[in-house]
């Protein structure tokens, strides 16, 4: 760990330790225990699945794997972390690393799952069970100081802002490697498996599960499944994939022309590419990200017209919902320990803020403010379902053109901004 890290991460500890005083006294609390939650083994089965520690343990722990502890904060106290340690052969024994919360903390290493002791008013959050809920005796999943915690977490500090840079960092060596195996007409597999051997991860530590789409499959937004065998032809490959650093998340997605792609599919790529940039560009204080999304819909009916895909007004395009259909998500969302990081739909004071009901799948309503740390990812794709209403409307749309696409999917470029005092900055390389 570097010596600025590590004086990054000190100052993170103090500022939390400030921040939960402050809460504690406005909700008259005089502790919080949070616990860092565990993995249920699958139905009728000794197996669990893949584990992330709670994100408001996390927030003080950084690492996200971390099960069955327990960390105690008290105002003008040391944080006290209670961290199950069993004494076990089958698995490598639970190790404490090298950084300052070892000596900013109240350490209890335990070989039985442990309780804290708690006194005076308390509060308890996490995935906690009725008997356990009963055995403490506190105030549980009290939602307006979950509210007020989320929003803590909404403004990043310095340490969490390193972070997520060297997050990024990693994850474009990913990246890289991703459309190296492409442009080798490797396998959806293939292609994963060399993102993660450059990213230097294994696929149970990504922090979603990357996807990984050729050819049609860059038009399913969530596509869940890699392929073992390389297409015949190689039209597309768009590759959403990311990374953890002492839990903190990038979140990247290039999209890449094969060599059996159309010229027109180059020209949007190219075209997205620098929708996002102008997008970002626009990231700046007191902006409102509801703004940022329909600015990316006028946007992208400029780029339809440009390419003789649509016929029409740019006006007409977004106004009869044409827009939405080649791009049916949002611009982006907060990001930061959860991929899609907490109170994105909440205005500051925790009372909700949903989506405008013309675009409900936008994840982040907020106004920017220095220190959010959101992605950009406008996106254009080919998929039936949505399209295929509007073949019916007597709409200028150039069919013959937009059908060359089918084959391509999609389209989708996402970096990771942060919103700074008089701009932003963008930490994907």
């Known amino acids: ?4 890290l590590f004086n990054l991460q000190r100052d993170h500890l103090a500022h939390l330790q400030q921040a939960y005083t402050d809460l504690l006294a406005s909700h008259r609390l005089d502790s919080v225990a949070i616990y860092s939650g565990h993995a249920n083994p699958h139905f009728g089965d000794d197996q669990a699945p893949t584990f992330q520690t ?32 069993p004494a076990d052969f089958w698995h490598l024994p639970t190790h404490l690393p090298e950084e300052p919360l070892v ?5 209890q290493l335990c070989s039985e799952k442990p309780l804290p002791t708690l006194a005076g008013r308390a509060a308890v959050i996490g995935d906690i069970d009725p008997t356990t809920q009963l055995a403490l005796d506190a105030q549980y999943q009290p939602q307006p100081l979950v509210n007020a915690l989320d929003e803590l977490r909404m403004f990043k500090t310095a340490y969490e802002i390193a972070c997520l840079s060297e997050a990024n960092r990693l994850a474009m060596a990913g990246h890289q490697a991703a459309q190296a195996a492409f442009i080798g007409a490797s396998a959806e597999l293939d ?10 991860q294994r696929e149970s530590d990504v922090p979603y599960q990357n ?4 050819n049609n499959h860059a038009g399913v937004l969530h596509y ?7 297409p015949t032809k190689r039209h597309s490959l768009l590759v959403d994939a990311g990374r953890r650093f002492r839990g903190y998340c990038a979140d990247i997605t290039r999209t890449y022309a094969g060599p059996d792609a159309p010229s027109l599919y180059r020209n949007l790529i190219d075209d997205i590419n620098q929708l996002k940039d102008t997008l970002v560009e626009s990231v700046a204080p007191g902006v409102e990200f509801i703004a940022l999304h329909e600015q990316m819909h006028r946007l992208l009916a400029d780029i ?17 919902g044409i827009t939405r259909a080649f791009c049916p998500h949002g611009l982006g969302h907060s990001l930061g320990l959860q991929v899609h ?25 907020r106004t920017l403010r220095p220190g959010m740390v959101v992605t950009i990812e406008p996106g254009f794709y080919y998929i039936p379902m949505l399209l295929e209403p509007l073949r019916n409307k007597t709409l200028p749309i150039n069919w013959s053109l937009v059908d060359l696409l089918a084959n391509c999917g999609g389209i989708r470029i996402e970096d990771n901004i942060v919103v700074t005092e008089n701009s932003q900055q963008n930490l994907t390389p």
């Open 54 to 85: 709670y994100g408001h343990f996390m927030h003080w722990v950084g690492m996200a794997d971390i099960q069955h502890s327990w960390l105690l904060i008290q105002p003008e106290k040391r944080p006290q972390l209670h961290l199950y340690a």
């Open 224 to 230: 869940q499944h890699y392929d073992l065998s390389s």
């Open 103 to 107: 000596t900013e903390f109240d350490i």
């Open 341 to 365: 990081d907490v109170a994105g739909l909440r205005h500051p004071d925790g009372t909700p803020a949903p989506a405008p009901e013309q675009h409900p799948a936008l994840r982040l309503t």
């Open 211 to 214: 996807i990984i789409g050729l």
């Open 191 to 200: 292609i994963q498996l060399a993102y993660l051997a450059a990213s230097r």
């Open 304 to 320: 339809l017209i440009a390419n003789d895909l649509f016929q029409g007004s740019a006006e007409q395009a977004v106004d009869e």
């Open 1 to 4: 760990m570097s010596a600025s």
